[in-house]
């Protein structure tokens, strides 16, 4: 398989980090966040945010449910789950783990991201393993662009996510 080209991706990433040191020195908050780091991520990686068969904004499963942040979807069917938080809080708190693994295995949904919009964690709700080990990997923008981080963002990329990329790993 040849290689991807990320060259178009890498100003988006490069544009994003110098956003993400800009905001470092004062608080965000999630709905800034996630219009000023996490939807042009998800543009730039084939995602139509305004389209809420393609991402559903605050997302449930059932009417009674709490809302995820974004459900990707293909064919009105969600495929993985992303819960945003602030930028800089803390996503190792279990607290935040818990709340997008029992939105995504209410769902039935196996992949899930909890981003700050600079570090994206990656879950596989459907391992037999502990919440904490369930971390499959992570990427931190503000570390530098890599091909090893823009590979791992491709994972959720619209066209990976069509073709099952993850669930391959």
């Known amino acids: ?16 980090i110098a956003k993400i040191k800009r905001f470092q ?5 999630e709905q800034n966040t996630k219009a000023s780091l996490i939807e042009p991520l998800l ?17 449930k499963a059932r009417s009674k449910d709490k809302p995820v942040d ?3 979807q293909m064919l009105r069917k969600p495929r993985l789950f992303i819960e945003a938080k602030g930028l800089g809080e803390n996503l190792g708190d279990r607290k935040w783990i818990s709340q ?33 080990e369930k971390l499959f990997c992570q990427v931190k923008l503000s ?7 823009a590979r791992t963002l491709d994972l959720i990329s619209r066209s ?5 990329l993850l669930d391959q790993f």
């Open 25 to 29: 020195s004062r608080p965000l908050g």
């Open 70 to 72: 974004y459900s990707l």
């Open 143 to 149: 570390d530098g662009f890599s091909d090893r981080s």
């Open 160 to 164: 990976n996510i069509e073709g099952n």
């Open 100 to 132: 997008i693994l029992g939105y995504a295995t209410v769902a039935g949904v196996t992949w899930c991201v909890l981003t700050d919009g600079d570090e994206y964690r990656f879950y596989n709700a459907n391992a037999p393993v502990d919440a904490d």
């Open 1 to 16: 398989m040849p290689e991807k080209d990320y060259t178009e991706f890498r100003t988006t990433i490069e544009t994003l």
């Open 43 to 59: 543009e730039a990686l084939g995602w139509d945010v305004r389209d809420a068969d393609e991402v559903h904004h605050e997302y």
